[in-house]
């Protein structure tokens, strides 16, 4: 079975802060992908990396930075120098690589950055 | 960049009545999903469907909810008689084949159920 806990409901922080988001799945398949969405208030789901289980490669895009670790089997997610525009949900989720693809989301992390 | 569209992006019915979503898939993606997210909880897996038929169903999708494909373009997600709980925001998407990873959502529709 499937599952993606994001331990972290809320974080504050104030801007410009370091803030990193937890994640950490489970699953018996050994080829998956796993994934960040960002959450605005509007609703949509703006879909920000796709990693698959065999790329450990950490990852960064300007301010944001994901951390791949298969022995701990977490999938962690860093905003360096948060800012304002920051503030949303963010959920990691997993889906198997074959098969149907559907995806488990995590429960969400509601990052409010402060100015 | 294709999408995947949905609409209405807001609905309001009342409790009981029958009520369609629609999503236009990207083109040449065969595989469709319907996802749902009550106001403030994690986004659930709600059912998949590839080749004209469902491939998976989650417990969420019971015998109130079903899917259609009905011509070549359009999928839709049909409540037959809405309940107070089905007030969400229903979330489609679509992916090209096996095993591409290339989710894509559409920007979703809230369903009021007053």
């Known amino acids: 079975a499937q599952k993606v806990t994001q331990a972290q409901t809320e974080i504050s922080v104030v801007e410009k802060e370091d803030v990193t988001l937890d994640c950490v799945y489970e699953t018996r398949d050994t080829t998956y992908y796993l994934f960040w969405y960002k959450q605005p208030p509007s609703g949509e789901l703006v879909f920000l990396i796709r990693r698959n289980s065999f790329d450990e490669q950490n990852e960064i895009s300007g301010r944001y930075s994901w951390n791949f670790q298969k022995s701990t089997s977490s999938f962690n997610f860093t905003i360096t120098a948060s800012q304002v525009v920051d503030s949303a949900v963010y959920f990691c989720?997993?889906?198997?690589?074959?098969?149907?693809?559907?995806?488990?989301f995590g429960a969400g992390t509601r990052l409010t950055v402060k100015p | 960049e294709p999408e995947v569209t949905q609409t209405p992006s807001h609905q309001v019915t009342q409790m009981g009545q029958e009520v369609i979503l629609r999503c236009v898939p990207i083109s040449n993606h065969l595989y469709f999903y319907w996802y749902r997210q009550i106001l403030g909880q994690k986004v659930e897996f709600l059912v998949s469907?590839?080749?004209?038929?469902?491939?998976?169903k989650s417990e969420i999708f019971d015998d109130q909810f079903s899917v259609e494909r009905p011509d070549g373009s359009n999928f839709t997600l049909k409540i037959r008689s809405t309940k107070l709980e089905d007030s969400a925001m229903y979330f489609c998407?679509?992916?090209?084949?096996?095993?591409?990873?290339?989710?894509?959502f559409g920007s979703g529709t809230r369903l009021t159920v007053v």
């Open positions: 998407a679509s992916r090209k084949g096996e095993g591409d990873s290339g989710y894509t």
């Open positions: 989720a997993l889906s198997e690589a074959w098969g149907n693809n559907d995806m488990r």
């Open positions: 469907f590839y080749n004209n038929e469902i491939s998976e």
